[in-house]
């Protein structure tokens, strides 16, 4: 969960003191809505004293903040990386076609990444997606002919195109090519 516990709790006091703040609320507000000692408060905001699990779930309950979040290294300055050989693909869907997922999961038919690997006379044929749905193709490599509902477009290398995805479309490779595809969901 935590790499480095000591300098996450290092943190513990000043973000239980910013999240009291916050709210605009004094120590005896916060012991008062807690039922944790103004004084134990006190000394947690100072780092001179370590709460407990029951204490820290009060405090939090009190300041209406995440019990995870307070305790979570700083989202913003962690880079997340998922190496190549992890990355979930899809393998049964379409013909003489590699499909890797670059999307976290919880984007799931809102936003979707996908690296698209072609072999020649490669196909992805898709079914129509949610009403207003649509794709943003990139040819990295090669060139792929792509068809939307009765509309068909020849890319290249560097040429990206937008169409509409709540109608049958499809990608086809003349020879092997790569291609970054988003989907944005209505």
């Not at 300098?7 to 006091?13: D, H, M, R, T, V």
Request: aromatic share 4%.
């Amino acid at each position: 969960m935590m790499e480095n516990t000591d300098a996450i709790l290092s943190l513990l006091p000043t973000r239980l003191k910013d999240a009291r703040r916050a709210k605009g609320l004094s120590l005896d507000a916060v012991a008062k809505l807690s039922g944790v000692s103004r004084s134990m408060v006190s000394q947690i905001e100072r780092g001179e004293s370590s709460p407990t699990i029951s204490t820290l779930w009060n405090l939090t309950k009190a300041l209406q903040v995440d019990f995870a979040g307070l305790l979570e290294d700083d989202q913003e300055s962690r880079v997340e990386v998922l190496r190549s050989g992890d990355v979930p693909a899809i393998d049964n869907h379409g013909t003489g076609c590699s499909i890797r997922i670059l999307s976290p999961p919880e984007q799931a038919g809102r936003h979707e990444v996908y690296d698209l690997r072609f072999n020649q006379d490669g196909v992805l044929d898709s079914l129509p997606h949610a009403q207003g749905a649509r794709e943003h193709l990139t040819v990295i490599e090669g060139r792929l002919t792509v068809t939307s509902g009765d509309a068909i477009e020849q890319l290249f290398e560097g040429d990206t195109a937008r169409y509409a995805a709540d109608v049958p479309h499809k990608i086809h490779s003349d020879g092997s090519a790569r291609a970054f595809l988003v989907v944005h969901g209505a």
